[in-house]
């Protein structure tokens, strides 16, 4: 019964490989995110997405690019990894009401490494 | 710009001893505000939120939060730590119309026996 799940867990990988990571809430949210923490524990949004429309992006480099294939899921894909994409991923959802504040709900975040 | 600053990047305490972990934040309008806790290899779970009304809210595990818009503050409490509670604590503020969370960089706390 998780809320919003997320796989893999880990993920190690090669410079210059493309790895998607995946992400499901099972709450009817309808609005997803994916945020990224660095080393240094700084969480920071990268997107959201609004029943499949892309709501926010935060200059993220073009090699990573969201994808939801419908409203429970968002999925993540990076393209040609660096090593500066090393971080752990969480994807959150939120219900939406207009005008008001929708509160997110964490995934447990996915590790990736690359080397 | 909305900011939110958590002044301590590592506390420590004894178990039992009272905790005040800091948070101030930089924001246009009435905030949403939050305090997340992130244990060793572990997701985010939420503590407490305000959003409006009483300035002292209670959350989870025993903490509690008060709001003062005089000093632009959310900071934490708990009268007595456990050494359960080591773990990394997030402050964040929510942005109205677009949802997205704002995160203070973390204080890492630290219990001993």
């Known amino acids: 019964d998780t809320a919003v799940s997320q796989t893999p867990k880990y993920l190690v990988t090669q410079m210059g490989n493309d790895k998607s990571i995946k992400c499901e809430q099972n709450?009817?949210?309808?609005?997803m995110y994916w945020y990224k923490q660095d080393s240094k524990k700084f969480l920071k949004i990268m997107f959201s997405?609004?029943?499949?429309?892309?709501?926010i992006n935060e200059t993220v480099p073009n090699r990573f690019s969201p994808k939801s294939p419908d409203k429970a899921h968002l999925n993540l894909h990076i393209n040609s990894l660096e090593l500066g994409d090393s971080a752990v991923y969480f994807c959150?959802?939120?219900?939406?009401?207009?005008?008001?504040?929708?509160?997110?709900?964490f995934g447990p975040g996915t590790r990736l490494t690359v080397l | 710009a909305q900011s939110v600053t958590q002044p301590d990047i590592h506390i420590t305490v004894s178990e039992g001893a009272s905790l005040e972990l800091r948070c101030n934040y930089s924001?246009?309008?009435?905030?949403?505000l939050f305090w997340y806790v992130q244990s060793p290899g572990q997701g985010l779970q939420l503590l407490l939120k305000?959003?409006?009304?009483?300035?002292l809210v209670q959350g989870i595990k025993g903490f509690e939060a008060e709001f003062k818009r005089s000093q632009s503050s959310f900071n934490l409490r708990k009268p007595s730590v456990h050494w359960s509670d080591a773990a990394e604590y997030f402050c964040?503020?929510?942005?109205?119309?677009?949802?997205?969370?704002?995160f203070g960089t973390g204080t890492r706390l630290q219990v001993f026996p």
């Open positions: 959150a959802s939120s219900a939406f009401r207009a005008d008001y504040y929708n509160e997110q709900f």
């Open positions: 709450l009817g949210h309808d609005t």
């Open positions: 997405y609004n029943n499949k429309e892309l709501i």
């Open positions: 924001y246009g309008a009435t905030p949403y």
């Open positions: 305000y959003f409006s009304g009483d300035t």
């Open positions: 964040a503020v929510g942005e109205r119309n677009t949802d997205k969370l704002i």
